[in-house]
Protein backbone atom coordinates (compact mmCIF):
# COMPACT_ATOMS: atom_id res chain seq x y z
CA UNK A 1 0.00 0.00 0.00
CA UNK A 2 1.13 3.50 -1.22
CA UNK A 3 2.10 5.62 2.12
CA UNK A 4 2.44 9.13 1.94
CA UNK A 5 5.36 10.62 3.49
CA UNK A 6 6.47 7.47 4.96
CA UNK A 7 9.88 7.06 3.87
CA UNK A 8 12.31 8.69 0.79
CA UNK A 9 10.10 6.68 -2.17
CA UNK A 10 9.38 9.47 -4.82
CA UNK A 11 6.28 11.45 -3.93
CA UNK A 12 3.39 10.81 -6.00
CA UNK A 13 2.71 12.91 -8.51
CA UNK A 14 -1.05 14.50 -8.99
CA UNK A 15 -2.53 16.86 -11.20
CA UNK A 16 -5.63 18.62 -10.45
CA UNK A 17 -7.54 20.44 -13.58
CA UNK A 18 -10.01 22.76 -12.13
CA UNK A 19 -12.17 25.24 -13.88
CA UNK A 20 -10.51 28.19 -12.42
CA UNK A 21 -8.52 29.20 -9.59
CA UNK A 22 -11.63 30.21 -6.41
CA UNK A 23 -10.29 31.54 -3.50
CA UNK A 24 -11.44 28.07 -1.73
CA UNK A 25 -9.61 26.03 -4.07
CA UNK A 26 -7.19 28.07 -3.77
CA UNK A 27 -6.80 27.60 0.15
CA UNK A 28 -7.33 23.82 -0.05
CA UNK A 29 -4.19 23.63 -3.07
CA UNK A 30 -2.22 25.77 -0.65
CA UNK A 31 -2.61 23.37 2.74
CA UNK A 32 -1.73 20.13 0.03
CA UNK A 33 1.44 21.39 -1.08
CA UNK A 34 2.19 22.83 2.49
CA UNK A 35 2.36 19.01 3.64
CA UNK A 36 4.59 18.03 1.28
CA UNK A 37 3.18 14.71 0.92
CA UNK A 38 2.32 15.00 -2.92
CA UNK A 39 4.00 16.12 -6.06
CA UNK A 40 1.46 18.22 -6.35
CA UNK A 41 0.42 20.51 -9.55
CA UNK A 42 -2.99 22.40 -10.59
CA UNK A 43 -4.09 23.09 -13.65
CA UNK A 44 -6.73 25.71 -14.61
CA UNK A 45 -9.05 26.27 -17.55
CA UNK A 46 -8.89 29.87 -17.51
CA UNK A 47 -8.16 32.36 -14.78
CA UNK A 48 -11.90 33.43 -14.36
CA UNK A 49 -15.50 33.24 -15.83
CA UNK A 50 -18.19 35.86 -16.84
CA UNK A 51 -20.24 35.36 -13.69
CA UNK A 52 -17.33 35.05 -11.14
CA UNK A 53 -15.67 38.65 -9.06
CA UNK A 54 -13.79 37.23 -6.73
CA UNK A 55 -9.98 38.73 -6.57
CA UNK A 56 -6.89 36.00 -8.64
CA UNK A 57 -3.93 37.01 -6.41
CA UNK A 58 -1.20 34.23 -8.00
CA UNK A 59 1.46 35.45 -5.92
CA UNK A 60 -0.46 33.99 -2.95
CA UNK A 61 -0.33 30.31 -4.32
CA UNK A 62 2.18 27.86 -2.80
CA UNK A 63 1.17 25.16 -5.07
CA UNK A 64 2.83 24.80 -8.63
CA UNK A 65 0.30 25.63 -11.66
CA UNK A 66 -0.36 26.71 -15.02
CA UNK A 67 -3.49 27.88 -16.99
CA UNK A 68 -4.16 25.36 -20.32
CA UNK A 69 -4.43 26.41 -23.65
CA UNK A 70 -7.01 27.76 -25.72
CA UNK A 71 -7.57 25.68 -29.24
CA UNK A 72 -9.61 27.02 -31.76
CA UNK A 73 -10.46 25.58 -34.82
CA UNK A 74 -12.71 27.46 -37.12
CA UNK A 75 -16.08 28.11 -34.36
CA UNK A 76 -15.04 25.20 -32.28
CA UNK A 77 -12.81 25.87 -28.69
CA UNK A 78 -11.93 23.85 -26.19
CA UNK A 79 -9.14 23.98 -23.61
CA UNK A 80 -6.76 21.01 -23.64
CA UNK A 81 -3.55 19.67 -21.74
CA UNK A 82 -2.26 18.91 -25.27
CA UNK A 83 1.66 17.77 -24.53
CA UNK A 84 1.29 18.33 -20.86
CA UNK A 85 0.21 14.98 -20.03
CA UNK A 86 3.23 13.02 -21.60
CA UNK A 87 6.24 16.34 -20.46
CA UNK A 88 4.06 15.76 -16.75
CA UNK A 89 3.47 12.24 -16.47
CA UNK A 90 1.08 12.15 -13.32
CA UNK A 91 0.50 8.92 -11.49
CA UNK A 92 -3.56 10.37 -11.22
CA UNK A 93 -5.15 13.26 -12.85
CA UNK A 94 -8.19 14.18 -10.67
CA UNK A 95 -10.36 16.93 -13.28
CA UNK A 96 -14.10 17.85 -13.55
CA UNK A 97 -16.22 16.28 -16.09
CA UNK A 98 -18.86 19.26 -16.81
CA UNK A 99 -17.92 19.66 -20.39
CA UNK A 100 -16.45 18.22 -23.57
CA UNK A 101 -13.18 19.86 -22.78
CA UNK A 102 -12.39 18.08 -19.07
CA UNK A 103 -14.00 14.57 -20.57
CA UNK A 104 -11.65 14.56 -23.85
CA UNK A 105 -8.74 15.49 -21.38
CA UNK A 106 -9.78 13.10 -19.38
CA UNK A 107 -9.79 10.56 -22.16
CA UNK A 108 -6.14 11.62 -23.02
CA UNK A 109 -5.15 11.07 -20.24
CA UNK A 110 -6.48 7.42 -20.00
CA UNK A 111 -4.67 6.57 -23.63
CA UNK A 112 -1.53 7.49 -21.34
CA UNK A 113 -2.36 5.40 -18.68
CA UNK A 114 -2.72 7.68 -16.62
CA UNK A 115 -5.35 6.89 -13.59
CA UNK A 116 -7.59 9.14 -13.69
CA UNK A 117 -10.64 10.35 -11.04
CA UNK A 118 -13.42 13.05 -11.22
CA UNK A 119 -14.65 15.60 -8.52
CA UNK A 120 -18.67 14.57 -8.44
CA UNK A 121 -20.89 17.11 -6.71
CA UNK A 122 -24.40 16.30 -6.41
CA UNK A 123 -26.59 18.33 -9.22
CA UNK A 124 -29.98 18.92 -10.02
CA UNK A 125 -32.51 19.73 -12.28
CA UNK A 126 -33.52 23.20 -11.75
CA UNK A 127 -29.70 23.99 -12.66
CA UNK A 128 -28.27 21.13 -15.03
CA UNK A 129 -31.02 19.91 -17.96
CA UNK A 130 -30.89 15.85 -18.20
CA UNK A 131 -30.52 15.54 -22.34
CA UNK A 132 -30.31 11.98 -23.14
CA UNK A 133 -26.50 12.75 -25.04
CA UNK A 134 -25.06 14.41 -22.15
CA UNK A 135 -26.91 11.49 -19.94
CA UNK A 136 -25.10 8.97 -22.14
CA UNK A 137 -21.74 10.42 -22.00
CA UNK A 138 -21.89 10.93 -18.57
CA UNK A 139 -22.74 6.77 -17.96
CA UNK A 140 -19.74 6.48 -20.45
CA UNK A 141 -16.79 8.46 -18.53
CA UNK A 142 -18.38 7.38 -14.91
CA UNK A 143 -18.14 3.37 -16.24
CA UNK A 144 -14.23 3.98 -16.85
CA UNK A 145 -12.82 6.67 -14.57
CA UNK A 146 -10.78 4.53 -11.78
CA UNK A 147 -12.45 7.08 -8.79
CA UNK A 148 -14.23 9.83 -8.15
CA UNK A 149 -13.77 11.99 -5.46
CA UNK A 150 -17.32 13.25 -3.26
CA UNK A 151 -18.01 15.82 -0.72
CA UNK A 152 -20.50 13.53 0.94
CA UNK A 153 -23.66 10.85 0.48
CA UNK A 154 -25.54 12.75 -2.22
CA UNK A 155 -22.48 12.95 -4.21
CA UNK A 156 -21.92 9.15 -3.56
CA UNK A 157 -25.30 8.34 -4.69
CA UNK A 158 -25.31 9.48 -7.86
CA UNK A 159 -21.95 8.94 -8.99
CA UNK A 160 -23.39 5.30 -7.93
CA UNK A 161 -26.31 5.75 -10.20
CA UNK A 162 -24.15 6.40 -13.00
CA UNK A 163 -22.17 3.00 -12.90
CA UNK A 164 -19.14 4.01 -10.21
CA UNK A 165 -18.63 1.23 -7.91
CA UNK A 166 -18.60 1.98 -4.05
CA UNK A 167 -15.01 1.15 -3.66
CA UNK A 168 -14.08 3.41 -6.03
CA UNK A 169 -15.78 6.28 -4.47
CA UNK A 170 -13.91 8.62 -1.81
CA UNK A 171 -15.20 10.87 0.52
CA UNK A 172 -12.99 14.36 0.35
CA UNK A 173 -14.01 17.42 3.21
CA UNK A 174 -15.45 20.26 1.72
CA UNK A 175 -13.40 22.77 3.85
CA UNK A 176 -13.22 26.67 4.29
CA UNK A 177 -10.85 29.28 6.11
CA UNK A 178 -12.24 28.53 9.62
CA UNK A 179 -9.93 30.88 11.37
CA UNK A 180 -10.31 33.49 8.33
CA UNK A 181 -14.18 33.80 9.66
CA UNK A 182 -13.62 32.77 13.35
CA UNK A 183 -10.90 35.79 13.73
CA UNK A 184 -12.97 38.05 11.74
CA UNK A 185 -15.91 37.87 14.08
CA UNK A 186 -13.35 38.44 16.82
CA UNK A 187 -12.20 41.34 14.60
CA UNK A 188 -15.38 43.15 13.42
CA UNK A 189 -17.52 42.22 16.64
CA UNK A 190 -17.45 45.36 18.44
CA UNK A 191 -17.91 47.48 15.45
CA UNK A 192 -21.24 45.62 14.86
CA UNK A 193 -23.88 49.06 15.10
CA UNK A 194 -21.46 51.06 13.15
CA UNK A 195 -21.28 48.12 10.36
CA UNK A 196 -24.71 48.16 10.43
CA UNK A 197 -25.41 51.58 10.71
CA UNK A 198 -23.30 51.81 7.61
CA UNK A 199 -25.11 49.65 5.36
CA UNK A 200 -28.54 50.91 6.71
CA UNK A 201 -29.99 47.37 8.62
CA UNK A 202 -31.96 47.94 11.23
CA UNK A 203 -33.96 45.33 13.10
CA UNK A 204 -33.33 41.42 12.21
CA UNK A 205 -31.10 41.33 9.61
CA UNK A 206 -31.00 38.63 6.71
CA UNK A 207 -28.27 38.19 4.73
CA UNK A 208 -27.88 36.17 1.36
CA UNK A 209 -24.31 35.80 -0.06
CA UNK A 210 -24.48 34.47 -3.50
CA UNK A 211 -25.31 35.38 -7.23
CA UNK A 212 -28.11 37.37 -8.11
CA UNK A 213 -29.38 35.05 -10.84
CA UNK A 214 -32.93 32.89 -10.70
CA UNK A 215 -31.46 29.86 -10.21
CA UNK A 216 -30.42 30.93 -6.47
CA UNK A 217 -33.83 31.33 -5.61
CA UNK A 218 -33.06 34.63 -4.71
CA UNK A 219 -36.92 36.16 -6.29
CA UNK A 220 -38.57 33.52 -3.65
CA UNK A 221 -36.30 35.14 -1.15
CA UNK A 222 -37.86 38.61 -1.96
CA UNK A 223 -40.94 37.13 -1.70
CA UNK A 224 -40.24 35.74 1.90
CA UNK A 225 -39.55 39.22 3.07
CA UNK A 226 -42.27 40.51 1.70
CA UNK A 227 -44.25 38.05 4.31
CA UNK A 228 -41.92 39.07 6.75
CA UNK A 229 -42.67 42.65 6.69
CA UNK A 230 -46.26 42.13 6.02
CA UNK A 231 -46.34 40.44 10.01
CA UNK A 232 -45.15 43.37 11.28
CA UNK A 233 -41.32 42.21 11.88
CA UNK A 234 -38.93 45.12 12.10
CA UNK A 235 -35.99 43.41 9.47
CA UNK A 236 -33.35 44.02 6.84
CA UNK A 237 -32.31 41.93 4.05
CA UNK A 238 -28.78 42.16 2.82
CA UNK A 239 -28.00 41.54 -0.62
CA UNK A 240 -24.15 40.15 -1.16
CA UNK A 241 -23.48 39.78 -4.73
CA UNK A 242 -23.79 40.62 -8.08
CA UNK A 243 -25.20 38.92 -11.09
CA UNK A 244 -27.70 38.28 -14.75
CA UNK A 245 -30.40 39.19 -12.41
CA UNK A 246 -29.43 42.13 -10.27
CA UNK A 247 -31.27 44.91 -12.31
CA UNK A 248 -34.51 42.56 -12.17
CA UNK A 249 -34.02 42.30 -7.98
CA UNK A 250 -33.07 45.78 -8.12
CA UNK A 251 -36.75 46.70 -9.81
CA UNK A 252 -38.41 44.58 -7.39
CA UNK A 253 -37.14 45.60 -3.91
CA UNK A 254 -37.90 49.42 -5.66
CA UNK A 255 -41.37 48.46 -4.80
CA UNK A 256 -43.47 50.45 -1.82
CA UNK A 257 -43.97 47.18 -0.56
CA UNK A 258 -40.35 46.93 0.65
CA UNK A 259 -39.91 50.07 2.12
CA UNK A 260 -36.35 50.65 1.31
CA UNK A 261 -35.47 47.34 3.80
CA UNK A 262 -33.74 45.75 1.02
CA UNK A 263 -30.31 46.62 0.95
CA UNK A 264 -28.00 46.05 -2.09
CA UNK A 265 -24.56 45.08 -0.53
CA UNK A 266 -22.87 44.28 -3.90
CA UNK A 267 -20.25 41.67 -4.34
CA UNK A 268 -18.27 40.89 -1.31
CA UNK A 269 -14.95 39.23 -1.59
CA UNK A 270 -13.70 36.48 0.59
CA UNK A 271 -11.33 38.51 2.93
CA UNK A 272 -14.04 41.10 3.94
CA UNK A 273 -17.27 38.21 3.71
CA UNK A 274 -16.77 38.54 8.03
CA UNK A 275 -17.28 42.06 8.07
CA UNK A 276 -20.73 41.73 6.48
CA UNK A 277 -21.18 38.74 8.45
CA UNK A 278 -21.00 40.24 11.97
CA UNK A 279 -24.05 42.98 10.92
CA UNK A 280 -26.52 39.76 9.84
CA UNK A 281 -28.19 38.15 12.35
CA UNK A 282 -29.13 35.12 10.09
CA UNK A 283 -27.86 33.56 6.33
CA UNK A 284 -30.72 32.83 4.13
CA UNK A 285 -29.49 30.94 1.17
CA UNK A 286 -32.95 29.93 -0.80
CA UNK A 287 -31.26 28.11 -3.40
CA UNK A 288 -32.41 26.26 -6.35
CA UNK A 289 -29.60 23.81 -7.31
CA UNK A 290 -26.72 24.38 -5.85
CA UNK A 291 -23.56 21.66 -5.73
CA UNK A 292 -22.62 22.22 -2.39
CA UNK A 293 -23.20 25.77 -1.14
CA UNK A 294 -19.77 26.94 0.94
CA UNK A 295 -21.26 29.88 1.88
CA UNK A 296 -23.53 28.20 4.37
CA UNK A 297 -20.27 26.79 6.14
CA UNK A 298 -18.81 30.51 5.93
CA UNK A 299 -21.59 31.40 7.82
CA UNK A 300 -21.60 29.19 10.04
CA UNK A 301 -18.21 29.60 11.25
CA UNK A 302 -18.97 33.41 11.63
CA UNK A 303 -22.02 32.07 13.90
CA UNK A 304 -24.82 32.61 11.90
CA UNK A 305 -28.00 30.35 11.79
CA UNK A 306 -28.85 29.46 8.17
CA UNK A 307 -31.95 29.20 6.96
CA UNK A 308 -31.22 26.97 3.59
CA UNK A 309 -33.06 24.51 1.21
CA UNK A 310 -32.78 20.96 0.60
CA UNK A 311 -30.90 22.04 -3.07
CA UNK A 312 -27.92 22.70 -1.35
CA UNK A 313 -25.82 19.56 -1.93
CA UNK A 314 -25.40 17.53 0.88
CA UNK A 315 -27.03 19.93 3.28
CA UNK A 316 -28.40 17.16 5.53
CA UNK A 317 -25.40 15.55 6.58
CA UNK A 318 -23.99 19.05 6.83
CA UNK A 319 -26.41 21.06 8.99
CA UNK A 320 -28.75 19.32 10.96
CA UNK A 321 -32.41 20.48 10.71
CA UNK A 322 -33.65 22.51 13.72
CA UNK A 323 -29.79 22.92 15.40
CA UNK A 324 -27.96 24.99 13.03
CA UNK A 325 -30.58 26.83 11.44
CA UNK A 326 -33.44 25.47 9.34
CA UNK A 327 -34.01 23.67 6.01
CA UNK A 328 -36.62 24.22 4.03
CA UNK A 329 -37.93 23.02 0.27
CA UNK A 330 -36.58 25.24 -2.88
CA UNK A 331 -38.99 27.22 -4.31
CA UNK A 332 -41.00 27.41 -1.15
CA UNK A 333 -41.13 31.34 -0.34
CA UNK A 334 -43.96 30.69 2.74
CA UNK A 335 -41.70 28.26 4.31
CA UNK A 336 -38.96 30.71 4.33
CA UNK A 337 -40.73 33.07 5.65
CA UNK A 338 -41.81 31.14 8.40
CA UNK A 339 -38.30 30.08 9.27
CA UNK A 340 -37.61 33.90 9.36
CA UNK A 341 -39.94 34.93 11.15
CA UNK A 342 -39.19 32.30 14.06
CA UNK A 343 -35.65 33.35 14.05
CA UNK A 344 -36.75 37.27 14.07
CA UNK A 345 -38.96 36.29 17.18
CA UNK A 346 -36.34 34.30 19.04
CA UNK A 347 -33.13 35.68 19.30
CA UNK A 348 -31.47 33.40 21.90
CA UNK A 349 -32.55 30.92 19.50
CA UNK A 350 -30.60 32.61 16.86
CA UNK A 351 -27.40 32.66 19.27
CA UNK A 352 -27.62 29.03 20.33
CA UNK A 353 -27.90 28.19 16.43
CA UNK A 354 -25.07 30.24 15.63
CA UNK A 355 -22.75 28.47 18.28
CA UNK A 356 -24.11 24.88 17.63
CA UNK A 357 -23.33 25.42 13.64
CA UNK A 358 -19.62 26.92 14.54
CA UNK A 359 -18.95 23.69 16.54
CA UNK A 360 -20.43 21.47 13.50
CA UNK A 361 -18.08 23.45 11.13
CA UNK A 362 -14.87 23.71 13.28
CA UNK A 363 -13.53 20.93 11.70
CA UNK A 364 -13.69 21.51 7.98
CA UNK A 365 -10.23 23.02 7.75
CA UNK A 366 -8.39 23.17 4.77
CA UNK A 367 -5.54 21.24 6.37
CA UNK A 368 -8.59 18.45 7.02
CA UNK A 369 -8.90 18.70 3.16
CA UNK A 370 -5.39 18.24 2.35
CA UNK A 371 -5.55 15.17 4.83
CA UNK A 372 -8.42 13.33 3.17
CA UNK A 373 -6.85 14.50 -0.34
CA UNK A 374 -3.90 12.17 0.66
CA UNK A 375 -5.82 9.47 1.83
CA UNK A 376 -7.62 9.52 -1.65
CA UNK A 377 -4.66 9.75 -3.60
CA UNK A 378 -3.55 6.67 -1.59
CA UNK A 379 -6.50 4.57 -2.03
CA UNK A 380 -6.87 5.53 -5.73
CA UNK A 381 -3.18 4.54 -6.49
CA UNK A 382 -4.02 1.23 -5.05
CA UNK A 383 -6.77 0.14 -6.36
CA UNK A 384 -6.20 -1.69 -9.98
CA UNK A 385 -7.00 0.63 -12.82
CA UNK A 386 -10.99 0.24 -14.07
CA UNK A 387 -12.02 -1.79 -17.00
CA UNK A 388 -14.69 -0.57 -19.33
CA UNK A 389 -18.60 -1.56 -17.54
CA UNK A 390 -19.67 -4.36 -19.76
CA UNK A 391 -23.29 -3.33 -18.97
Same mark, same amino acid.
Given at each position: ????????????? =??????? /??????????? =?????????????????? /???????????? @?? #???????? !????????? *???? &??????? &???? +???????????????????????? $???????????? /???????????????????????????????? $????????????????????????????????????????????????????????? &??????????????? !?? +???????? @??????????? %????? $??????? %????????????????? *?? +???????? $?? @??????? /????????????????????????? *???????????? #?????????????????? +????????????????????????????????
Amino acid at each position: MTRLGAGPSRRPR =VVYWNNI /PAPYVVGRFNA =VARRGNLDFEAWFSSRTE /PDRSWTVDESSW @EF #RSRYLPRI !TIGSWAAVL *PTGL &LARARPD &LLVS +LYSNPSFLAGWELARLANVRTAFR $VLPTFDEWVPRH /PIKERLKRFAFSRVDAVKVPGPAGASMAARYG $VPPGRIHVVTQSIDIELYRCGRDRWWPEREAIRADLGATGCTFLYVGRLWEGKGVSH &LLTAFEAVLEAGVDA !TL +LLAGDGVD @EQLYRSIAAGP %QFRGR $VVFAGFI %QQSSLSRIHTAADALVF *PT +LGDPHGLV $VE @EAMASRL /PVVVTTAAGDIEARLPDGEAGFIVP *PADPQALADRMN #RLAHHPELRRRMGDRGAD +LVSGRTHERYAEDFERFVERVLDTPRRRASRR
